[in-house]
């Protein structure tokens, strides 16, 4: 090799070794950055990927879950595919989260109970005893989640389930109380005392059923044409004790007192000694014989005796 030509190559070599690389294509880290399938790719990460965007970068994380990865490592990969990160923003991990089908106790709860209704035959108030669990699964998973086994004690309310979130998963362990519940008819608003109940005061809640006084009223013929002995608060079961039949005769109130007996009828001025319901047993006062006797209130301002022998003192 001539002197010349030696020297040629040398320049040659230095030129190619010297010369800065090829730029690839400029791209940005997307903002939250997140895979749905099993593994994270660079159309995952970056924007404007093009062909690369299916090259796999690393496995995903449960789904539902996040992990990070080193950005040595990612600018290395885009690199290799020629794609241009420069972490302008000077990101220092990269975080991937995996979506997902998510499942929360909501749905769980209504589940159980669903079942535990085929089994029992009755509704059952369910409690998880992790009322902020959520299951999640791929979302290219199938099937919605399952029952896969439960147990129930009746005497104590525990319950025990396994669940599978998808077809073809894993199950999870639940666990929780279950307690039976009753319909019990309610107030639908607050009523004053005095306030005499009709019909569109009353709804329908369900109620657990240990938690129900045995003087609870269940049958709402048992509140509506009644009064309220108090202000009342609504979505609360009743007692008798809360109500009355509406006052049909006052304490002090001038009424007409009247006798009856086979052939005779006879009618007095009286004053009841009580408050008193129509079809109620009250005291009142015979004002011309200043006698008092026990009438049937007969409606407002009426009050009725019948024959017996304790009515010789009418």
């Given at each position: ?14 030129a190619l070794v010297t010369a800065p690389a090829v730029a690839g ?14 593994h994270i790719t660079l159309g995952d990460l970056f924007t404007s ?266």
């Amino acid at each position: 090799m001539t002197r010349q030509s030696f020297f040629a190559l040398a320049c040659l070599t230095t030129a190619l070794v010297t010369a800065p690389a090829v730029a690839g294509e400029t791209v940005v880290l997307r903002e939250n950055p997140s895979a749905e399938g099993s593994h994270i790719t660079l159309g995952d990460l970056f924007t404007s990927a093009g062909a690369s965007a299916d090259v796999v970068v690393a496995r995903a994380p449960a789904p539902g879950s996040r992990t990070s990865l080193d950005v040595s490592y990612v600018q290395h990969i885009a690199a290799e595919h020629d794609l241009d990160w420069a972490n302008a923003a000077g990101v220092r991990r990269v975080t991937v989260a995996r979506a997902s089908r998510t499942v929360d106790a909501d749905m769980l709860t209504d589940m159980l109970e669903g079942e535990l209704f085929a089994r029992e035959g009755s509704v059952h108030d369910v409690q998880l005893a992790n009322s902020g669990l959520v299951l999640h699964a791929p979302v290219e998973s199938v099937g919605g989640p399952q029952i896969v086994s439960l147990n129930y004690d009746i005497r104590s309310g525990l319950l025990s389930a396994e669940v599978a979130p998808y077809d073809g998963a894993d199950t999870v362990r639940l666990t929780g109380r279950a307690y039976a519940t009753v319909d019990v008819p309610v107030l639908a608003r607050a009523i004053p005392a005095g306030t005499e109940i009709t019909g569109s005061d009353v709804e329908w809640v369900s109620h657990r059923a240990d938690r129900l006084r045995p003087d609870a009223i269940l049958d709402p013929s048992d509140l509506i044409g009644f009064e309220t002995r108090r202000t009342l608060r609504p979505g609360e079961p009743l007692r008798s004790y809360d109500l009355q039949r509406p006052v049909a005769v006052e304490r002090g109130e001038l009424i007409t007192l009247l006798f009856e007996a086979p052939g005779i009828q006879l009618s007095v001025r009286a004053r009841a000694l009580e408050d008193a319901a129509d079809g109620e047993m009250a005291r009142f006062v015979n004002l011309q014989s200043n006698r008092t006797v026990e009438a049937l209130v007969d409606g407002p301002g009426r009050a009725r005796v019948g024959f017996s022998p304790s009515a010789t003192s009418f």
